[in-house]
């Protein structure tokens, strides 16, 4: 096999596929191990936004080590990751408050628990790749931004809950399948549906400040100025 043969290959779909299947594989036990760290409990989320931080830098084309950068993001992103799980805890246990003694809740307070549990579902799907493209954004931010996207991007929103129902009901049907890419599929999906809708030029941050010099008005009074 020539040069050009090779290279034709590498470009090929099939076997673009196979390596893009063989990377989330290992990015997955690479999660699996680096979870050790954080004694299971404490890194099941960490290793989620570590997973996503990896496919973001492989869906840019920069090469990396695996298992040292998944550990660099798993350190990174400790503390944010268990503050996700946190909440999710804390959602999971409302709903199975609801699930036994939801006819005793007052209605006022089965909605706030309901809003409760669907605001924690939009920030395990947004949280981990907005904290990946937005490192700059500060922690109460990334929390809010990734609501007001998750409501904003409401395709991409109802794109990635399809796909995480089909998820969990094929890991359940087949453990091996959730065995091999447990941590892995979820992030890939995230990233790659979630930078193509929130490129810079599309996504405007409803969270920025207004500046302070900017008053509502001042820009339609100039104009009438200028046509004066």
């Known amino acids: 096999m020539n040069e050009e043969q090779f290279f034709r290959m590498q470009n090929s779909k099939f076997y673009r596929f196979f390596n893009r299947v063989s990377q989330i594989i290992v990015v997955n036990l690479c999660a699996i191990l680096v979870s050790f760290c954080g004694l299971i409990v404490f890194g099941i989320f960490p290793v989620i936004f570590a997973a996503t931080a990896f496919f973001n830098k492989e869906l840019e084309q920069r ?43 007052h209605m ?41 996207a998750a409501c904003d991007r409401w395709k991409t929103t109802m794109i990635l809950m399809i796909l995480y129902v089909i998820w969990i009901y094929a890991s359940a049907l ?25 490129k810079p030029e599309t996504i405007v941050d409803p969270t920025a400040p207004i500046p302070e010099e900017y008053f509502f008005g001042e820009k339609e009074n100039e104009e009438e ?3 004066k």
């Open 225 to 227: 100025g200028i046509e």
């Open 63 to 105: 090469t990396q080590k695996t298992l040292p950068t998944m550990f660099r993001y798993f350190k990174k992103y400790f503390w944010i990751g268990n503050a996700l799980m946190l909440i999710t805890v804390g959602a999971l246990a409302s709903g199975i408050y609801i699930v036994f003694c939801g006819h005793e809740l």
């Open 174 to 198: 087949l453990p091996q399948f959730g065995m091999w890419c447990l941590f892995s599929l979820v992030p890939w999906f995230s990233i790659f549906f979630i930078k193509k809708a929130l």
């Open 108 to 148: 006022v307070l089965y909605l706030i628990i309901m809003t409760f549990m669907i605001v924690a579902i939009l920030l395990n799907l947004y949280l981990p790749s907005v904290t990946v493209l937005y490192p700059e954004f500060s922690f109460r931010k990334k929390f809010v931004f990734s609501f007001v």
